[in-house]
């Protein structure tokens, strides 16, 4: 379940892990070749990572209101079953469904994150570095 109380709370934490996940793949030089087929401990473990990241982002979205689900375009459906898949896969992953979340879908939820901002008068800016 999200610890997190509110959607604007949400939408913070998935902006921070959205935009910690995409510049440390940047900055470490994950390939997807990396992250589908570690052959590295190091490798294993930033694939490892990155799941849990996606799985925590998908927490965060599955728990948004009904309302900021469908006027900011989140699919329930899609994120609850990703979100299902990673938490109860106990291993049996499939890499390419997430590396696909992460390079496609991970632009499109901080698109959503920021339109929430956006129409809140609010700027969203990465706690993270």
Known sequence: MSAKATDLARI????????ETQGQIERLGITEERFKRPATDADRLFSEAIMNR???VTEE???LSDEALAHYEFERRAIKGVRNRLAHAYGDVDTDIVW???QGDFPKLLEGC?????D??????SARR
């Open 12 to 19: 913070q934490e998935m902006f921070d892990l959205i935009t």
């Open 54 to 56: 996606v799985l925590r």
């Open 61 to 63: 979205a599955g728990s």
């Open 100 to 102: 696909d979340v992460v």
């Open 114 to 118: 920021q339109a929430y901002c956006d």
């Open 120 to 125: 809140l008068g609010l700027e969203l800016e």
